[in-house]
């Protein structure tokens, strides 16, 4: 039987708090990359709604955060005007900045952890780095695995967005009343189900990663 995430707050603080900060950071950045595209794309619906803002609590939402602590599930949101977008292919740029961002963040991460096993120490009995090297790995790990979620062609995910921009057909299927009524069920079994394949992927490309810049100092993550 699965245990709720709330429970490694007992059993692993660092990791839980690892994964809470990861979220919180990675979604709000996720969602600011959003409607940092669509004002550039000529929509200043994120602006006028106060949604160009680092505060978590815009983003995610009360509920979205409690839900967070409790079972590790998180959702955010970015106010965007499709109508009022610029340029061809504009709606697919704004969805795709969002996972863009998340493999960014993921990448900027794997290249700190290659860096200091390459140039620095590791010690694992330090909490302070032992604290450190948790939400580093997690950072990126999370943040690859976001970013490869998020593409999935699955109303509302952005990659359902993508997807609209290029195949009509697609657009059309997304406007159906019964596909906005089980997107939502499908992405929860999605997510349980094809989770941990996704975290795999994100584990292996994290390990090539930093790999690949420790060189033959790597220590594993």
Known sequence: MGHLFIE???????????VVITIVISVTLHELAHGWVAIKRGD??????????????????????????????AFGQMPVDRTRLRGKYAEALVAVAGPVTNFLLGLLAAVGLGLWYR?????PDSNVQS???TLLTVFTVYNFALGVFNLLPIP??????????????YRRFMSADLVRGITSALIFAMFIGGAQYIFVAAYILTGLIVGFIAGPHAIGV
């Open 8 to 18: 490694t707050l007992k059993d692993d603080p660092t990791y839980f708090f690892a």
């Open 44 to 73: 200043d619906t994120p602006i006028r709604t106060g949604h160009m803002t680092l505060n978590p609590i815009v983003h995610m939402g009360v509920f979205s955060l409690i839900l967070l602590a409790i079972a590790g599930i």
């Open 119 to 123: 140039f620095g120490t590791f010690n």
């Open 131 to 133: 604290n450190a090297h």
């Open 156 to 169: 509302p995910l952005d990659g359902s967005w993508i997807a609209a921009n290029f195949i009509p057909a």
